[in-house]
């Protein structure tokens, strides 16, 4: 009985498993990164190999996030049982709600068609979605942004509106170079005058002390690559937030 109540592993083991399962996470959110900027854009085989490797990236990363964060809770766990057992028990009480939320939004993001751009109904709240974050989906609606637990979209369920979808939306951090060509005031002009964009969004410009904080709707995904060349030719360094 003492046995279960010793430290089965030491605080170099569990840094160690710290450590690789981060550097996992960290290169598949780099390796999705990669893929958005269409570097296997081309058919391979007759398969669109990119969108596939999207696909997969995004749902391992659905599914690799809660088991790391079950494999460092059990490895603290163990490091030191009787300490660190009543400590984790009482986050999980105290935290059930977010953690049945953040539960309820892997189960839906990997079983439903949800994705960006894709237009829901919840209630009589209607908008596309522009981003799921770890506990709920932001919607872009008639009155602005709002964002929607997923506990709320399990409780009282959502209908996808087919056939009305919103472009592509990017994020991204614009970085002016030595050699840029004009100020601010020509950088929003070069992205209005862009045909990439969808013309019924205007773009949102956030101008920073070192840099410019963008978010457009492109008409389509594939047109980003275009758009960051345009972008690099006019002297600014675009990078995905």
Known sequence: MELIFESQINWSSFL??????????????????????DRFGRPFWGLD????????????????????????????????????????????????????????????????????????????????????????????????????????LVAQGFTLIAGEQMGHLVELNLTEKKDAIGSFAKLQGIVLSCPYLDTSHRPDFIEMPDHVNASLILRDEKYLPDLIQVLEEWGWEARLK
């Open 16 to 37: 160690k498993t710290l450590v690789w399962l981060f550097a996992v996470f960290v290169l598949l959110r780099i390796f999705r990164r990669w893929l958005t900027l």
């Open 49 to 152: 190999l990119g969108e596939y490797l999207k696909v997969f990236i995004h749902k391992a990363l659905l599914i690799y996030e809660p088991i790391a964060v079950l494999i460092i809770a059990t490895s603290l766990f163990l490091v030191d049982p009787i300490r660190h057992g009543p400590i984790l028990a009482l986050l999980i009480i105290l935290g059930f709600p977010g953690l049945k939320n953040y539960i309820n939004g892997r189960i839906l993001l990997l079983s439903t068609a949800l994705s960006r751009a894709t237009r829901i109904q919840t209630d009589s709240i209607k908008g596309a979605v522009v981003q799921w974050e770890r506990l709920g989906l932001c919607l872009q609606t008639d009155e602005g942004l709002r964002h929607i637990p997923y506990s709320h």
